[in-house]
């Protein structure tokens, strides 16, 4: 059951099809490829995952996006299989998927981008897939309800879907924009998430739409963690379609444009934390008056990452002494414990070296009773903040894990 | 139930006396002060945490320490208690309890070095403590069961106390070291452990003691974790008596008492995993082919800290993607994915980028049923290699942690 989970509704979005089906890559028979098709024109941006051992269709997406400089027409995605620790033959396999889908599109093979999520290490089922790409283009429909399908259709252990739409004005024309995400585990996305796209109908060139997406990551995909392992699959994409309103950012409406973009990724973005892996709270760590972004970042991931913080917000334990413990083993330099405060919520905890005075047991125990927390830390070293956003750890985060086979 | 500890038996050191008693701190009755009361011109080292909220007590110990150039008298120990967020308070408090201490050996306070373990955020029971204090040093007794008694002393969630010894011959002297160790949670040292004592009869200069102590501990407590949850009060102590043979590093004897002191700090280190809270396998981490030590101590503890690894463990799942992703996720400059093998045990499961060809599910389910496992990591980068080891992640470690107050 995600944490208070409560997305905004989703529409199409003009100039982008979508299709799914059911080709028996996830045993138990649910959709498991999804296909979006854009409209000529489009441009597309990208970030990836860090990791060293990134999955073959991570190399082959990179490489055909660079190569068409974001002139992308599909994007295929499977999910049960990440294709990823399969050698030469997994890349060779996601490429021979890209020149299925260009056929059948009449389109580029490098106007391709594919997309793998779930078990690492096995081979791809590959004629089982080439066998339902034609169906998959045929298919490809502009609607709510196939947009709403293809996010059921990346889910791997998410509980549900993930989708959302945000709608601007801009002059006399109304922009879409319309984003899903997918993720619950192994997840400390590193410049990208697990899975997530996002589609704008808006007319936006190519450095624009990539200037526009690392502004959002920064805030979103990349503030959240999970178990802080970074998966090899991640990939988080904008595509805007051009078939409406042009946007730059010379443009006055452009701030609205990128508000909204970073207000639906955050969303997005958090989404995946309420629904992770066994959360029964959702967690904002709230960083305040750094020297740097960066010293914030680090403080919110060493209490977000901690296992003994996570555990004893599971058991809504007002755990002073163990957020104190990960504020410290960052080692920052020149901070003063004597000049940090932390805050519960409302409740101020720490403050001078000590507990806060007016702070009790009962209090502690009060304030988390609730199920979405913030921890609200002040270092007192500088004016940056910066929040990351995390689950608890449950019983049920080590059965899942435990039990599937990443 | 600690996974296949077994340590070699204890004995006294010639110039170290123990005493334990209970005071009431910890809440079950147990022993809860120990003391150690060291021959005058003992040389005292140690290492301490680097955690920015460390507590008072490793506050006083290292300025003690330092004032007195190592010629240390005494080592007081509380456990149930953490003096840590106690502010200016906690430091007084435990200047205080070493001045009792003092006063009842007849030595300098600053011959004296605080310790504490426990709940964090707390203040001490000052009075309480310092009543115990004369009746503690009046029971300081040579022996063997003073010192088991006093491993049994500093336990907090430990399910068994950790001492173990070493003896030696430096030409026709015998040469004691017996040491103990106490953690089983909030345990990635970082240049220190929870706490560990390690005492020696040998007469050593201060600026060897120190020497010593750091290799030693280099590549024992230093390449351990159970949560990658640095403590505030880990503390890591040789102390040489003196009454023995002496020894410098120039002596051709030095690389047989460095040898000693390694092997029993590593015992006692490895000690801590297999008593770690929950822990259901002892997990060696070797990475080998490294282009330098910390390269393949980062690659290390990505494997030993990810809880995805973890709960693989705990599941017994040959997770090999898991490891990939961990591996991966450290973005070594220059590591190439194809370059790398990872054997579990004595199986090869992954060689050339993808599953290793004699790899079965079989045989990564068989080689996982046993409780000690060796993950080896080849990166095929140099010739440098760094062993680390860690727990699994299991219900029981949940459990203990929702429900101890740190």
Redesign the interface.
Known sequence: MPVNLRLPEAVSVPGVKASTCAAGIKSNGTDDMVLFALEPGSVTAGVFT?????AAPVTVAKQHLSSQHGQIRALLINSGN?N???????VTVATEHCAAVANALGCDVEAVLPYSTG????PLPNQLMKDHIPQLVAAATESTAALQQAARGIMTTDTVAKISSKQITIGDQQVTLTGMSKGA??I?P?MATMLAYVFTDAAIAEKDVNTALKTAVDQSFNAITV??????NDACMLCATGVGATLAPSSEHWPVFQQALNELMLLLAQAIIRDAEGATKFITVSVEEGASQADCRKVGYAIA????VK??M??S?A????L?????????PG?D??QVTVNINDLPV?D????HPDYTEARGSEVMQATDITVSVNLGMGNERMSVYTSD???D???I???Y??
Chains 1, 2 share one sequence.
């Open positions: 860090q990791n060293t051992f990134c990440a990823a620790g399969t050698g030469h033959d997994g078990v690492i290490g096995e585990g192994m400390e590193n178990d802080s392992d970074t998966s090899t990452n901690s296992p003994l555990t004893a599971f058991a334990d755990n002073v002494g163990r104190l413990m990960a504020i410290g083993k960052v080692g920052l901070l414990p004597y720490f001078g070296g000590q507990l750890l449950s019983h985060y080590v059965t894990n435990a039990e086979r990443t």
